[in-house]
């Protein structure tokens, strides 16, 4: 599970898709901002989309059904988390999302032995001429 945080306008959505893409899932991925949750189905992978921007209460999550998304088969990104707190799985990897005037900056946090297992396989793959974590 990816926990994607930061202000209005500082990326989460557009993260999502291009990490959609990543997985292969050619679908358009737009934010679930009113839905609240979106899937999409990807070779060997199922992503979870939520957006609990416009979440109310935390326990409006009871009424999603998302527990049958809880499968090892599916990867879950949650825009807002803070908004469904304790009615979440922790997060195995935090992206905090800052859009200053002049870049975008991504800071990580792994909240997992999965999630160090992420930062470990991006960090190598940053050193052999792959994507850093800030764009």
Known sequence: ???LTGDLGSGKTTLARGFARGCGIDAA???PTYTLVNVHEGPGVTLVHLDLYRLRDPAELEHLGLREWWRPDCLWL????????????????????????????????AGSAVGAAWLERSALAAGAG??????
């Open 78 to 109: 949650v825009e807002w988390p803070d908004r469904g707190a304790g009615h979440l799985p922790s997060a195995d990897l935090t992206v905090r999302l800052v859009a200053a005037s002049d870049a975008h900056h991504a800071d990580l946090a």
């Open 29 to 31: 991925v737009r934010s």
């Open 130 to 135: 792959g994507a850093a974590a800030e764009p």
């Open 1 to 3: 599970m990816l926990h």
